[in-house]
Each structure stands twice: as structure tokens, then as C-alpha cells.
């Protein structure tokens, strides 16, 4: 449609991948107007039958794509692999390099055998001593010191959210999108690899740096030394919590004015922000019983007004209700196989004042097998060979 922003319409990205980090890649690449085809086993990916906070994973990350049952294990379907990627301008893996190269699609082959191809690798880590772990988010949340830097000393925690792996299936995008800009002047393809524990470096980087130029490991954050006077959760009269701050001498003035504590605003020990931050013990305690005497909803009005940081503390659920998320285009609508809907964010861009519209359906396992593989000039029977006999459809 007029306006829209589909870049890479016309490029045929082939994935292969579970999860997340390799699932998000390709579901960034759908948004950004690919075809994205995803190759699974005949009885689907293992993803589609995650329970819990699993079952989200792949109906969100798998939105707008093509589904093509393939069995890797027969000659057949390795055959109908290689048909793809001859077709293909970009190929999106995340397993072992040893599996790959059992079918026929490791690097050296690939290389061989498509040099145009540019291929996606989302691994757990870059080449090195680790380069052959298993890696989760969690895991290199772990060994990289963004769970030591989020829980309280001695709890060690991980992020709410798969960060990780959402953020590496983004540097995938943005590495795969310049290697087909370069490859429209070389007509060559690029190896590209994703590491996540080098993805979770850079979530760290600047408590590294903090202690490279200070020589001091800082604290978890929930005992971090505050840089601003105020930057805390406080209770309300309704029963809630909320967050606010006051990071400059302005903000503080309007913050206590605001809540009737003038005499801190005169005070002679709290005129720089200095002052302030070092007088912490006995300030917040004050602002925190200010607080507690307003409901969330008085208090958000007249923050927005002052230009006071602010936010109610909320679930992920409430933001179905958030009248920001709900504004044209914030949430698209995507279908499952079996017809129920949900709705999910786009991406969090806007192109010419408009947010990107549109989040794709979900593809039943195999929905568009036939129709990808006899586009290649395959017969029916070599289809169904292709496929395997362990194929479920309708999921």
C-alpha cells in the first residue's frame, strides 16, 4: 500500500531456526517487507509446542512467514533444501555447525555452491575457546555479569524477557541488511555470525568501562550508587507504586514544591545536586511520605505537566490498555492456524511520521509446502518425498 516501508520486498530469505535469536532475525526481515521462508521438520518445530512463558515464542517470532515441511534425514529433502537456496538471497540458520554440515549447508558448501548467498549464523557465541557451548539467554546472562548486575548481592537474576536473543536476532538484521547493500556493488554474499554472549557484552559494556576507567566494580543496580536525587519507586495512597525522578536541580525544585516540602527547596545543604544526591538518607524518606499521601493518577497528571520523570509500575498485560500502545498501528493484529488472534507490536520505528502496519499471520506447519516447492518445477511425488512421512498439518 501507498506509504508503506517494505525495503527488502523481493529478497528471499530462507530460515532455519528454533527459538528465538534465529526466529527473530527472520520475523525482523518479514517486517521489513522479505519473504521469509521457514524450513521445518515434518512434524513441525519443536518451538510451536512450548507450554508457559514458552508459548509465546513461536507465534510472535514467527509472524509473516511461509512454512515448508522438509525431512533433512532423506536425500529428498536435503534435494528440496538445496532447490530453495539456489533460489535464495539470504539463508538464516542458529544450529550446530556439525548439523549443518551433515545436510549438506555448511559454510564451505554453501560458499561453493552459492556465492551470492549471504548466510546468517546465530550462534552462542563468536569463534574462540567457547565457541562450541551450548548457550541460553540465560546462560550468558550469567557468565557476562548482567545477571550479577540486576538481582541484589547474592541473587543473581536474568532480565524479564528474552533481551537477549530479541536483541541478536536485531544485529542480524542490521548485519544481513548492509551485506545486501554491499553485495548490490560486489555481487558477493558475506558469512555472517551472531554471537549471544557477544550480543550480552554489549548490554554490559558500560559497567566494563566504569571499572576500566575507575579501577571499582560497581554494585548490582537495586545498591548502585545514585548519580540523581531522586530515582526511586514509592508507594501510593491507592495501593499502587510508582517511579519518579528528578535528575536536575530544576526537576527537584518543581518535585517539592509540588509535594509541599518547600523547606527542602530552601534549604541551605540541598542547593546543588550534589547536595541533593549526597543527602539522600534523610530526603527520600520525606519525599517517600509526601507520596504515599496521593494516588498514582493526581500524581501522573501534574508530572506530565512539569516535566518530572515518571511511570506507574506495570505489567506486560496492562499494556494492552495503554492508550500510547493502542494509538494507530501500535499493535497488529496476527492469526494462528486455527484462527484465534492476537495482537503483538510492530516495530518500534516510525517512517515518515506513520508506525510501520502489519504483523503477518502465523503459517500451519507446511501451509505453503506445495506451493514454494512446485514453484521450483517439483513434481507432486517429489514433493511428498520431501516433505517425509512424519508430517502433521494444521497446527
Excluded at 528454533?18 to 532475525?25: A, L, N, Q, T, V
Excluded at 568501562?209 to 501510593?236: A, K
Excluded at 511520605?289 to 501534574?302: H, P, S, V, Y
Aim: charged share 25%; glycine share 12%; net charge negative.
Amino acid at each position: 500500500m501507498e506509504g508503506s516501508f517494505r525495503p527488502l520486498e523481493g529478497i528471499r530469505v530462507v530460515e532455519m531456526s528454533h527459538m528465538i535469536m534465529g526466529p527473530s532475525c527472520g520475523m525482523f526481515l518479514a517486517l521489513l517487507g522479505a519473504e521469509v521462508i521457514k524450513v521445518e521438520p515434518p512434524e513441525g518445530d519443536k518451538t510451536r509446542d512450548l507450554g508457559g512463558m514458552g508459548s509465546a515464542f513461536f507465534p510472535l517470532f514467527n509472524r509473516g512467514k511461509k512454512s515448508v515441511q522438509l525431512d533433512l534425514k532423506t536425500d529428498a529433502g536435503r534435494e528440496a533444501l538445496q532447490a530453495l537456496l539456489a533460489t535464495a538471497d539470504v539463508f538464516v540458520e542458529n544450529f550446530r555447525d556439525s548439523t549443518l554440515e551433515k545436510i549438506g549447508a555448511g559454510l564451505h558448501e554453501l560458499n561453493e555452491l552459492y556465492p551470492g548467498l549471504i548466510v546468517a549464523s546465530h550462534k552462542g557465541f563468536l569463534h574462540g575457546p567457547y565457541q562450541d557451548r551450548t548457550a541460553l539467554d540465560e546462560v550468558v546472562q550469567m557468565m557476562t555479569g548482567l545477571a550479577y548486575m540486576t538481582g541484589p548481592t547474592g541473587r543473581p537474576l536474568r532480565v524479564g524477557s528474552s533481551a537477549n536473543d530479541i536483541m541478536a536476532g536485531l544485529f542480524g538484521t542490521l548485519a544481513i541488511s548492509l551485506a545486501l547493500r554491499e553485495r548490490d556493488r560486489t555481487g558477493k554474499g558475506r558469512d555472517i555470525r551472531i554471537g549471544l554472549f557477544e550480543n550480552c557484552l554489549m548490554l554490559v559494556a558500560q559497567h566494563m568501562v566504569q571499572f576500566e576507567l575507575h579501577g571499582v566494580n560497581p554494585p548490582p543496580m537495586p545498591e548502585r550508587d545514585f548519580s540523581w536525587p531522586v530515582y526511586d519507586i514509592f508507594d501510593t495512597a491507592d495501593g499502587g507504586q510508582i517511579f519518579v525522578g528528578a535528575v536536575t536541580e530544576g526537576q527537584w525544585r518543581l518535585l517539592c514544591e509540588f509535594l509541599g516540602l518547600d523547606d527542602l527547596v530552601r534549604d541551605e545543604r540541598l542547593q546543588t545536586r550534589m547536595d541533593q544526591i549526597d543527602a539522600r538518607a534523610w530526603t527520600i524518606p520525606r519525599i517517600a511520605e509526601a507520596i504515599a499521601t496521593r494516588t498514582a493518577d493526581d500524581m501522573a497528571a501534574r508530572f506530565e505537566e512539569m516535566g518530572i520523570p515518571f511511570s506507574p509500575i506495570a505489567r506486560p498485560c496492562d499494556m494492552y490498555e495503554d492508550p500510547h500502545v493502542l494509538r494507530a498501528g501500535g499493535l497488529a493484529t496476527s492469526r494462528m492456524p486455527d484462527g484465534k488472534a492476537f495482537r503483538a507490536p510492530t516495530l518500534p520505528i516510525e517512517v515518515d511520521g506513520r508506525v510501520l502496519d502489519g504483523g503477518g499471520d502465523v503459517a500451519a506447519v507446511g501451509a505453503d509446502t506445495d506451493a514454494v516447492l512446485g514453484a521450483l518445477g517439483m513434481s507432486e511425488a517429489d514433493i511428498a518425498r520431501a516433505r517425509g512421512t512424519r508430517s502433521r498439518t494444521g497446527r
